[in-house]
């Protein structure tokens, strides 16, 4: 029995003098409004500003000169074609293996489907730079793929690429096609379509919004990778968003790094336009039936269960599989041959750290909580406020701007938004404090990323809820604070354990920002691995393996933990 049917029918609560809104509901929904734009304005939209300032700024006059001097070197226009070349390759691979792995694991029935779902949606969770070490290790000399000539090349970072982003397509086009209503596709081909005509011209184009979703997201993660790319490719193969860090910390270039931000914000909002419009039609499509169960087993006679059967299982055994066991194999090889060496030296400080590598593990989980629990609380808010549908345009149009806001930090450069705290940070706003000495802000810094991850978890739950019943609560006399808690509230915490894994994989593993704002005393892991690996020497590099293991397993620990808190049935919208 839920709870509407044990409420008893009472008589509406009166209302204000004249018909107006309470008082309380006013103050509550304005501060489920401000508290998030506070939030985004001085953590995320300041820090920006202050940075592309610096480069657009010149003897306090305004100086668009850059533009033309940063656009107009042939360096830069490398740059962008290479982001844009990875991006698109990136997207392409993730979406060509994606879609069928995601007919495989939503559509088709077989022993051990949980758990392949929950293995294909590790490499998203897993930190950049974990990810880069991985597939470095693959492919450097010496390694299980040394002789194929790929480390430091284009084609190891779209592979990584890959890696990291077909759990975006397997999530956002499985999530819609298990609710597809079979029956249209049946007719076809009782009406003599073969299953390739029948899935092109009756599933596929129901599939389109889900598709075109995934891979403007996915499109938008290729774009701004950082830890993988760093890693991997270096200065040689690198992107708008490495270039923005070169820039600002070897050639304090602050100019050109404001250039490059506002290239690759424009990329982004298109990239964000491209997805919101896709997702719109995603949700009005999950409108339309029920989740069917319409899930069979699985039929190697028919050519799509095959093809998918066989593009998932090199999927998962070559391309998730081989990096990550690779990755744990070479951090048991020592000088001294097979053993743990590697991991007793993340007790010991090496020589370019004041900690040790599990003293910053312990930093890490620290920082990730708290970040964690400001962006739950500042995503919450957020997502509670865009689930509305105002009956006035005006006020639609102000609910997709306020989504389309909160996507920004997912694209914006979180070396700019890092490097931007160290300039406006200190005396802000006239205090007599200096925040950029504080460790506050590394946690902050890491929420300003994680809550776009909890608003798209959280928000599709909320929308899915019928206004209908709202009203029903209502008419029995619930008021306004009561629907919200038993119905809004109590249907969010559905999706809380899924959302409180995202915001900490995300927290856990932020590199771009943290690389400026972690003191030297008290590292994070990531920068810890990235320092580790920036220094020559065979146990550097093993302890470098050591550690990014034990930042891997962390993180998809305790995604796992946070995954069995969520209600069955409840998943994310990118």
């Known amino acids: 029995m839920t709870t ?32 998030p734009l506070v939030f985004l304005g001085v953590f995320f939209a300041w820090p920006v500003a202050a940075i592309v300032g610096r480069g657009f700024v010149t003897d306090g006059a305004l100086d668009l000169g850059g533009f033309a001097d940063v656009l107009g070197r042939p360096r830069t226009w490398r740059i962008v074609g290479q982001t844009l070349t990875q991006a698109t390759l990136g997207t392409l691979g993730s979406v060509l293996l994606g879609v069928p792995a995601a007919y ?32 470095r290790s693959l492919l450097v000399e010496g390694g299980l793929l040394g002789g194929l000539g ?19 397509v397997v999530r956002t086009v499985g999530g819609l096609w298990e609710r597809l209503d079979p029956r249209a596709e049946q007719a076809a081909r009782s009406l003599g379509a073969s299953p390739w005509r029948a899935f092109r011209t009756v599933t596929l184009p129901a599939l389109a919004p889900a598709i075109a979703s995934a891979a403007s997201l996915t499109f938008l993660f290729c774009a ?3 830890g993988t790319v760093l890693v991997l490719g270096g200065r040689q193969f690198g992107t708008v968003e490495t270039e923005i860090w070169v820039q600002t910390t070897q050639f ?69 599989a081989l990096p990550l066991v690779n990755l744990v194999v070479r951090s048991l090889r020592t000088p001294d041959g097979w053993g743990l060496g590697n991991y007793a030296r993340l007790a010991e400080p090496a020589d370019v750290l004041r900690v040790t590598p599990w003293e910053a593990a312990v930093t890490s989980l620290r920082v990730a909580l708290d970040a964690t629990v400001i962006a739950v609380l500042v995503g919450g808010l957020v997502a509670l406020v865009v689930s509305r549908r105002p009956r006035a345009a005006a006020g639609r149009r102000a609910v997709a701007g306020l989504d389309a806001l909160f996507m920004l930090p997912l694209g914006v450069s979180a070396v700019t938004v890092g490097f931007g705290f160290l300039v406006s940070m200190d005396r802000p706003f006239g205090l007599p404090l200096d925040l950029r000495t504080s460790g506050v802000l590394v946690p902050v810094a890491q929420a300003v990323v994680a809550v776009p991850l909890v608003v798209r978890t959280v ?17 029995l006399g619930a008021s306004p604070a009561r629907v919200l808690r038993t119905v809004d509230l109590a249907v969010a915490l559905r999706s809380l354990g899924l959302a409180l894994g995202f915001a900490f994989a995300a927290s856990l593993g932020e590199f771009g920002a943290t690389s400026f704002l972690a003191r030297p005393e008290n590292p994070t892991l990531p920068v810890v691995i990235f320092r580790l690996l920036g220094r020559p020497g065979v146990d550097n590099y093993g302890t470098a393996l050591a550690a990014s293991v034990l930042l891997a397993a962390l993180t998809a620990g305790i995604v796992a933990v946070c995954e069995r808190l969520r209600s069955p049935g409840v998943g994310s919208s990118w």
Request: hydrophobic share 60%.
């Open 4 to 35: 509407l049917e044990r409420a008893r029918p009472a008589a509406p609560a009166p209302g204000p003098r004249g018909g107006g809104v309470p008082p309380g509901r006013v103050l509550f929904w304005g501060a489920a409004v401000v508290v």
């Open 104 to 135: 495989l694991l939503h559509r088709c029935t077989f022993r051990g489907r949980a758990a392949v779902r929950a293995f294909v949606t590790v490499p998203f969770v897993l930190p950049t730079v974990v990810v880069g070490v991985a597939f």
């Open 150 to 168: 790929l480390d430091g090349t284009m084609t190891a970072i779209v592979l990584a690429l890959v890696f990291f982003n077909t759990a975006v």
């Open 224 to 226: 701004t990778a950082f």
């Open 252 to 320: 304090l270039d602050l100019r050109a790094a404001a250039v490059l931000s506002v290239v690759q914000l424009v990329v982004v909002v298109a990239a964000l336009a491209l997805a919101g419009r896709a997702r719109a039609r995603t949700e009005r499509a999950l409108h339309l039936t029920e989740p069917v169960d319409a899930a069979h087993p699985v039929r190697l006679r028919d050519p799509f269960d095959l093809v998918a059967v066989v593009v998932t299982a090199v999927t998962v055994a070559g391309l998730i």
């Open 459 to 475: 928000l599709p739950v909320l929308r899915a809820i019928d206004p209908r019943l709202r009203e029903a609560a209502a008419t």
